[in-house]
C-alpha cells in the first residue's frame, strides 16, 4: 500500500514532459505537486481521526478509492489540456487519499507494537519513501512510450487495485487475538486529539515536521530538472536520480527511526537539520554528477528520518491511545509545508534561470531550527497536577516510557 501512495514523490518525473505538451509554465506545474501534499495534510487529519472510531480498514479502502481515482481525472486532465482537472484529480482526490491511507498503517503498529515504536513506524512509511521509485522507473520510459494520459491512468487503475486489496488485511488490535503484542488501552497517560491540540509541545513538534518537510520537499519536488541543469543529466539519468532519493528516503525512515528507539527522538532531529544544513549550503555548487547523488540522495535520507521518527515522537508525548488524531494534526505541517518551497524553488528558477537563491534561503532555515527539538518537553499527563517541566529523557525515565 505505502509503495503504491508515495509515488506521489515522482512528480517531478512529469514536469518537463507536462511543461512541453501543455506550455503551461513551470510554476503552474509545480504547483500539482503542492497541492497534492497540502491536500494529503488535510486527508490525514480525515483519516486519522476516522479510523480511531471505526478501525484502519475501512478507511484504508476509501483512500484507494479516491487516490486511484485522482490519476484517472489528471490523465483525463492532461488529455482535455485542462489544469483545472489535474489540479483535482492528482492534487485534491490523490491528496486526500494518499493522506487517509498514510495515516492507517502507523496509527496501527503503533498500538500493535508498543515496545518498537521508533523501528516500526520506521518500516511502515519505509515503503511510503520508496514509492517514486517504482513509479519514476516506469513512468519515464512510459511518457515517451505512450503519452502522458496513458501513462496517469495506467498508474491509477494499478494503485486503485492494489491499495484496496491490501487494505483488506488491516486490523486494529483491539478487535483481534493480538496476544501479548496488544496496546494496554487503559493506559491514562494517553491525551485526547483536543487535549494534545492544547500543549504548545505538539505545535512545536508541528514546527518541526513543517521545516523537514519543506527543506527535503524543495529538492524532491525539482529532483529532475534540477540534475539536469547542475548536474548535466539527460532526462532518463535524471529519473533515476528520482529513484536514488527514493530509496534513501525510504531508507532513512526505518535507520533514523530504529536509532531513536536508543538515541532519542529529539537528538536524531538535531542530527536531521544539521546534516541538511551542511548539505544545502553545499548543493548549488555540486556541478559532479556522483558528488550531486550523493547530495540529494542524503537530503532524502533526512528528509524521511523525519516522518519515521515523528510518530514516535508523538506517542511518546501524548501516548497511543488517541495516535490517529494527534498525528493527524501534526502531520498538517506536511501539507502546508508542502506549498511555500516547491513553489520558490520554481518562482526562483523561473525568474533567475538557476536554483541558488532559494536553496540558500532554506539551508538558513534548517540550521536556526536545530535549537527547535532541545525545546521540547514532555507535557504533564491529562488529569495529573502540574509539575516543573523535565527533558524527555528525564520523563521517560521516570514513567517508563520509550526514551525520546
Known amino acids: 500500500m505505502q509503495l503504491c501512495l508515495g509515488a506521489a514523490y515522482g512528480w517531478s518525473v512529469f514536469v518537463q514532459p507536462i511543461v512541453k505538451a501543455e506550455h503551461w509554465s513551470l ?60 489540479y483535482a484529480g492528482y492534487g485534491l482526490l490523490g491528496g486526500i487519499g494518499m493522506g487517509m491511507g498514510y495515516i492507517c498503517p502507523i496509527a496501527t503498529l503503533v498500538k500493535w507494537f508498543p515496545e518498537r515504536r521508533g523501528l ?32 496517469f491512468c495506467a498508474l491509477g487503475v494499478t494503485y486503485l487495485v492494489v491499495v484496496v486489496l491490501t487494505a483488506q488485511f488491516y486490523r486494529d488490535p483491539r478487535s483481534s487475538r493480538a496476544g501479548t503484542h496488544a496496546l494496554d488501552f487503559s493506559d491514562d497517560r494517553s491525551f485526547t486529539t483536543s487535549q494534545a491540540v492544547r500543549t504548545p509541545q505538539l505545535w512545536l513538534a508541528w514546527t518541526m515536521l513543517f521545516v523537514n518537510v519543506s527543506a527535503g520537499i524543495m529538492i524532491i519536488s525539482q529532483a529532475s530538472p534540477m540534475a539536469q541543469q547542475i548536474a548535466g543529466f539527460t532526462p532518463v539519468a535524471a529519473a533515476g536520480v528520482v529513484g536514488v532519493i527514493a530509496i534513501f528516503n525510504g531508507l532513512g525512515r526505518v535507520v533514523w527511526a530504529a536509532a531513536s528507539d536508543y538515541i532519542g527522538r529529539s537528538r536524531v532531529f538535531v542530527a536531521l537539520f544539521a546534516l541538511q544544513a551542511i548539505l544545502f549550503f553545499a548543493l548549488p555548487r555540486i556541478h559532479s554528477a556522483t558528488l550531486f547523488t550523493v547530495a540529494v540522495a542524503l537530503v532524502g535520507f533526512a528528509y524521511g528520518g523525519g516522518f519515521g521518527t515523528m510518530p514516535s515522537l508523538t506517542a511518546d508525548l501524548f501516548g497511543s491511545r488517541n495516535i490517529g488524531g494527534i498525528y493527524g494534526v501534526i502531520l498538517l505541517a506536511w501539507g502546508i509545508g508542502a506549498i511555500p518551497s516547491p513553489l520558490l524553488i520554481a518562482y526562483v528558477r523561473q525568474q533567475t534561470g538557476a536554483y541558488s537563491a532559494a536553496i540558500y534561503t532554506i539551508a538558513v532555515v534548517v540550521t536556526a531550527a536545530i535549537a527547535l527539538p532541545l525545546l521540547l518537553r514532555k507535557p504533564a499527563p491529562p488529569g495529573v497536577a502540574r509539575v516543573q517541566q523535565k527533558p524527555l529523557e528525564e520523563l521517560a525515565e521516570d514513567l517508563d516510557l520509550a526514551q525520546v
Do not use: K, N
Not at 27 to 55: K, N
Not at 121 to 130: E, H, K, Q
Open 27 to 86: 510554476q503552474e506545474v509545480s504547483a500539482t505537486f503542492s497541492l497534492a501534499i497540502f491536500f494529503l495534510g488535510i486527508g490525514t487529519v480525515i483519516g486519522g481521526a476516522w479510523q480511531d472510531r471505526v478501525g484502519p480498514r475501512v478507511v484504508a479502502s476509501v483512500a484507494g478509492l479516491l487516490y486511484g481515482l485522482g490519476y484517472l481525472l489528471a490523465g483525463y486532465g492532461v488529455s482535455a489540456h485542462s489544469l483545472s482537472l489535474v
Open 120 to 151: 516500526m513506524t520506521g518500516i511502515a512509511v519505509c515503503g511510503y519513501g520508496m514509492g517514486a521509485l517504482l513509479m519514476s522507473a516506469f513512468a519515464a520510459p512510459s511518457i515517451s512510450r505512450i503519452g502522458i494520459p496513458a501513462t
